[in-house]
Every structure is written in C-alpha cells, then in structure tokens.
C-alpha cells in the first residue's frame, strides 16, 4: 500500500451510525495505514492516536501533522509490561489492560469528552486498543452486550488482508491465531467483567478517575 491510497480498511462509527444518530457529534474507530487525508472524515476535531511511542516514530499517522492529531498512548509505560503473563487470549489481556493501562484509556476518554467536534479513535490494526475504547463507549451510549460484540467482530472483515499477509509473514503461527481473534465473544466477555466488577461501565469510568461532568460529555 503507498502514500496514494485513499482508502482506510478499518474505518466506521463507533456502534454503527444509528447508535450514533442522535449524538451532535461522530466518533470513528479505526486503523492506522499509510493512506491519504482523504481516506478520512472530512471536519475531524480531534485524532486520538492510542498507539505507542514507536510506533508512531515507525509508522506517522496521515493526520499528524494536523492540529486535530493527539498521541495518547493507551499503554502505560510505567506498567513496564503490556499485560500479565498468564494473561494469555485476548479476554484475559482486554481485562489485564482496564486495570494496568486505566490512565491511558481515561485520559483517551477524557479527549473524547473534551472535544464537541467529530472524534476519530484509532491504533495500529484498530481492533484491540480501539476496540476497548469503542466498547465501552458503546455500552455507555446504552448499546447492548450483544451488539457492543458484533461491533468489535466487524473488524474481522476490515483487516482480513492486514491479517493474511501477517499470516504469511508469521514465525509463531499459534501467537498469531491468537492475537488475530475477531469474535463478538471476545468483547462481551470483558465487558459483563466490567459489570460484575464496577457495577457498570459509567462506574469504571469513576473508578478511573472520570468526573461525572466528564462523563456527561462522552
């Protein structure tokens, strides 16, 4: 894929556009490929980047040199890992990650909220860190658990091509199937967790340190 390209494979509202229909604004969820400005949505207030330094040292985001862009790291550093070792399919590391990484996705939230403007959230394949944040958004925007999962199972389709050549590339084809698993499953899992444990999404956003007027403002 080069410079020219101007479509984004990955790229769509948060629950879908009628989750969103009643919102003054549109928050996107998506990949990070080297594309055009046009791959975009037009009028973009902000970009929340939640990738790592390095990566983004590796691979610039097509709008970074925009005022909109904003680097906010989803994965802590002062974690020194990324999740637990025994945190080993992608349910048990979401899970590790609302605790372990809770200052990055707060403060992803806390840029969400601050903008009235449309939002785009993205990472590097747009599923994973992407797709915590987008779930628990959706389920705050009052989705269902079913529908929360089948949101974050539509990038399946999106990064089939992204995942193929991973594939083909790939030393540890087990590592790979795993981190490449696209099922609704996988999101409802962590977020009846976050109900049995905070009560509701809305209370691990407290539990984080979300204000209730930030809060409001997602």
């Known amino acids: 894929m080069n410079s020219t390209t101007s ?15 009643d919102h003054h604004r549109t928050v996107y969820r998506a990949n990070t490929e080297p594309v055009g400005p046009d791959a975009y949505p ?12 390095d990566e983004t040292d590796a691979v610039p985001h097509p709008l970074a040199t925009t005022t909109a862009y904003r680097s906010v790291p989803l994965f802590d550093p002062a974690a020194e890992i990324e999740s637990a070792a ?6 048990d590391q979401y899970i590790d990650w609302l605790a372990r990484h809770r200052t990055g996705i707060a403060e992803a939230l806390r840029a969400v909220a601050a903008t009235d403007g449309d939002v785009l959230v993205c990472c590097s394949a747009g599923k994973d860190r ?31 091509d992204r995942f193929a050549r ?15 698993r696209c099922v609704p499953e996988i999101m409802t899992t962590v977020i ?4 049995r444990r905070w009560g509701s999404v809305d209370g691990y956003l407290r539990a984080i340190g979300l204000q209730d007027a930030e809060i409001a403002a997602l």
Do not use: F, K, M
């Not at 479509?7 to 229909?21: E, F, H, K």
């Not at 037009?42 to 330094?53: F, K, N, T, W």
């Not at 590339?169 to 199937?177: C, K, L």
């Open 86 to 91: 025994d945190a080993v399919e992608l349910e």
């Open 192 to 195: 009846e967790h976050v109900e």
């Open 42 to 53: 037009a009028g973009l207030s902000v970009v929340i980047d939640l990738r790592r330094v």
């Open 166 to 180: 991973e594939r083909a590339a790939s030393t540890d084809p087990e590592a790979t199937a795993t981190a490449q």
């Open 7 to 21: 479509i984004l494979s990955n790229l769509r509202p948060v629950g879908g556009t009628a989750l969103q229909a």
């Open 130 to 160: 992407t797709g915590i944040v987008s779930a628990l958004l959706a389920r705050h925007w009052g989705d269902g658990i079913d529908a929360v999962g089948e949101d974050y199972a539509a990038s399946a389709a999106g990064l089939a």
